[in-house]
């Protein structure tokens, strides 16, 4: 995913799958009942049917999730009916699923630590199922409105195939196609829009271009995807195409988030503890592989590694017992620490958040077991490692 393990676009045996089409424009309502994987505008807030808000069951579980997709914004605090639900939000970040039940909320977003400065405070229907809200666009207003979008997520188990939706979150950039190969795999795509597709998995490279007739517009950029059997994705593409002419400097960039997996995908990987593949399932820098470092004495792990500095890396780490782990600050994705979960078979805590780039933490791990920590800050964003300490052979 992205510098976490960029993920890999999506090709058949043979060639190019083209699965769906993501077009159309603004103003196109969204069909009622979509069939799986068929592109759709994201919803707007203020077409939610009230009678079929009233039609739902009260007690009914809604999922949501907020992604900052604005490059100019601040990190921010979220507010959902008065309760602060997130903190300290950075660009390029999503957030894990809040469990809800399906009402109408107030929700606010405000700069991070600053309730007084206010970049979004509105009511959105929120019915049953799983939802992210984005926010999109710039504070400046250059290229497009500051906004909240709500996407229905579908999260269903695609079988051995694997699911991934684009989101075009990029506020410089024209309508796009979205090609493997050369060959379409999205067509068209406006700002704000969002849609699926089911392939096999495997490993490719996503060429990105401004839309023509033809889809054939200059490559402007490039990604790797490696989409997973039985998992699903959403890539957010973010940032800008011209960052030196933005009003922040955040170049253009595809961030991958996972939604959901199911059994019999291959996240998990050969040999990694289902404690371990269950707690990083949201992690950033977390590929289903475990990085072994048996036979050594001391591992480093970077605090602040990945593309937008908010994660650990390596994610997920196999050491011996006896060995010793040393946690070193890059500097980058604002203040970290490092602090054991309730679940994790020993304590540990390196303190209070810093955003040092010579901070160093040091832990020895002499008897077996997972050791499961987070950084409290970035906790809700993926900021998760896990270490699987075992006996010397």
Known sequence: MTDYRRRRVLKTAGGVAIIGTLAGCADDEPEADPEPDEPEEAPEDDETDGDEMEDEEPDADASLRVAHLAPDAPNVDVYVAGDAVLEDVPFRAASDYLELPADEYPIEITAAGDPDTVVFDEDVSVPAGEFTAAALGELADENQPFGLEVYEDDISDPGENARVRLVHAAPDAP??????????????????????????????????????????????ATFDLSPEPGTVYTAFAVGYLDPDAAPAAEPFDLEVVVDASYDGDASAGDGVPDAIDEFLADARLYDGSIDDRTGEDEVVVDVGGGSDGLAFDPAALRIDAGATVRWEWTGEGGAHNVVSDEESASEFDSGDAVDDADEVFEQSFDDDGTQLYVCTPHRSVGMLGAIDVVEQS
Do not use: S
């Not at 493997?180 to 490993?203: I, K, M, N, Q, R």
């Not at 490719?204 to 007739?213: F, G, H, N, S, V």
């Open 175 to 220: 309508n796009v196609d979205v090609t493997v190969d050369g060959e379409p795999l999205f067509e068209d795509v406006p700002f704000g829009a969002a849609g699926a597709v089911e392939v096999p998995a495997d490993d490719y490279e996503l060429e990105i271009r401004p839309a023509t007739d033809d889809v054939d517009g200059d490559v402007v």
